[in-house]
């Protein structure tokens, strides 16, 4: 099972919100390249990456550090935040050199980007379901839909996505621990390879995770507040 550190960017700094709430911000003092280098440095083998001014404002204003953390690690990364166009799935992968991008919104309100973007890249295009209730929210989880977490996991499996990050957004930033059985139907009943994201705060949350099958655990707010420490998480990760 993969442990994925997390960093989030907003307005250039490496910041953690609540619930994801662009209201409840925490900005840590190192920046998005230093905190790349530094997950790097302590074993890390992929990080993920949100840009939530993509996320919230469907625009991005952090491209160029999008491109300096690539430069910078020699891991791969995966981006998710406000990706909605062919265009820009075609310069983070093809000029910046992103291993993944997380399609989000798109996932719900333009199904044929999803289809070109995998018919082009396969298993780089990754789909982010955000849920509440077990109901999926969109347009960085201000939106809510009226299908299942579940239900679009079934419909973009069936466009030909294999992996997706399952965020339960009541958990997210709360410490409180993942929703186990949310995330377990997420496995069971659509067949994908989930990354199970939001919550974790102890390494009986990864243990858990990694019981119930994910393929791998997203950690932010837990590793910098020391709650966890990386190096610990990969261990119980096994990488």
Not at 90 to 117: F, K, P, W
Not at 188 to 194: A, M
Request: charged share 25%.
């Amino acid at each position: 099972m993969i442990i994925y550190p997390a960093i989030d960017i907003k307005d250039g700094e490496c910041v953690r919100l609540l619930q994801g709430r662009a209201d409840e911000v925490t900005v840590y003092g190192d920046g998005p390249v230093e905190t790349a280098l530094n997950w790097e440095s302590q074993g890390a083998q992929y990080l993920h990456v949100v840009d939530l001014n993509g996320a919230f404002e469907g625009r991005s204003v952090n491209e160029g550090i999008i491109k300096n953390i690539v430069k910078a690690v020699s891991i791969p990364i995966q981006l998710g935040g406000g990706i909605r166009s062919m265009d820009r799935i075609q310069r983070l992968l093809d000029e910046y050199g992103v291993q993944r991008v997380i399609l989000g919104t798109a996932a719900v309100e333009n199904r044929e980007l999803i289809e070109g973007a995998v018919k082009r890249y396969g298993s780089r295009i990754v789909v982010g379901i955000d849920a509440r209730k077990g109901m999926a929210s969109t347009r960085g989880w201000t939106k809510e839909t009226d299908i299942s977490a579940v239900e679009l996991g079934r419909q973009v499996k069936e466009i030909g996505i294999e992996t997706v990050i399952y965020t339960d957004i009541a958990r997210d930033g709360m410490l409180k621990g993942p929703n186990r059985k949310e995330t377990k139907d997420m496995i069971e009943k659509t067949g994908l390879n989930i990354i199970a994201s939001g919550g974790i705060s102890r390494l009986e949350d990864i243990e858990g995770m990694k019981e119930i099958g994910a393929a791998g655990v997203i950690v932010g707010k837990a590793l910098y507040t020391g709650a966890l420490t990386l190096s610990d998480a990969l261990r119980i990760g096994g990488n």
